[in-house]
């Protein structure tokens, strides 16, 4: 049975850098073809996907926040970790790691989403 | 990027009852060597994370009733339901995973009339 669920801080102060960590299980990130995706969504709006890391460590991110973001993984410990630099309040919302491959990049697996308000 | 446009924003109809929610791509999600279309669609109720419902346009996921439906080719995509259910109630995306930066439509809230 695959899980997954977000862990990091509910509120940010603007300028800081936000660390957010997914713990997974039913999986491994070592495993060919296996990938863990994030996807954000401001209060009352739309989805909007972040990144995804591979198995194999073939990254990709959104251009428009490319310069801000690095995903890494732990696979001991079945973590991916997105860390989020120059936080703004547009950052506010919930944030989303999901599991998918990297053949067919669809988020069949989501964990429950955290909250990030960015506010001083 | 890839710009998904999903019709109408808002829905309103009666139990068992058809729903039908559109998406429009910018650009052909046609993948996997022209046989497949790279789009997904998933349903999201009030305070939980989305639930894929459908993938390749129209592969049912595993659970998802059989009166959810996707159909459509090149740049135009469709989602039916063809008996709307009280626990249908949500709002539905369409998703893009042909390229990066992967792209969601805007969402259509669909509602019991």
């Known amino acids: 049975q695959i899980t997954l669920k977000e862990s990091g801080p509910m509120l940010v102060k603007p300028t800081q850098t936000l660390t957010l960590t997914c713990t997974f299980s039913?999986?491994?990130?070592?495993?060919?073809?296996?990938?863990v995706g994030w996807i954000r969504q401001p209060p009352g709006k739309a989805l909007e996907w972040l990144a995804f890391?591979?198995?194999?460590?073939?990254?990709r991110y959104s251009p428009s926040l490319k310069s801000r973001l690095t995903l890494t993984k732990d696979t001991s410990r079945n973590q991916v970790v997105l860390t989020m630099t120059n936080v703004d309040p547009v950052d506010t919302g919930t944030y989303y790691c999901?599991?998918?491959?990297?053949?067919?990049?669809?988020?069949?697996?989501w964990g429950p989403g955290t909250l990030v308000t960015v506010s001083s | 990027d890839i710009v998904m446009t999903q019709s109408p924003d808002s829905l309103a109809v009666s139990l068992g009852e058809r729903a039908t929610i559109n998406c429009k791509s910018s650009?052909?999600?046609?993948?996997?060597?022209?046989?497949?279309?790279?789009l997904a669609w998933y349903q999201q109720k009030p305070g939980q994370p989305p639930k894929l419902l459908l993938y390749?346009?129209?592969t049912r996921e595993s659970g998802v009733p059989d009166r959810f439906s996707g159909s459509g080719s090149g740049t135009d995509f469709a989602l039916t339901i063809s008996s709307l259910q009280a626990e249908d109630v949500a709002v539905y995306y369409c998703?893009?995973?042909?390229?990066?930066?992967?792209?969601f439509g805007q969402g259509t809230k669909l509602e019991i009339k």
């Open positions: 999901a599991h998918c491959t990297s053949s067919a990049t669809y988020y069949d697996y």
């Open positions: 890391i591979s198995w194999n460590d073939d990254n």
């Open positions: 039913g999986f491994s990130l070592s495993t060919s073809g296996v990938a």
């Open positions: 650009q052909s999600v046609l993948c996997f060597s022209n046989t497949k279309h790279c």
């Open positions: 998703h893009q995973y042909y390229s990066t930066p992967q792209t």
């Open positions: 390749w346009a129209s």
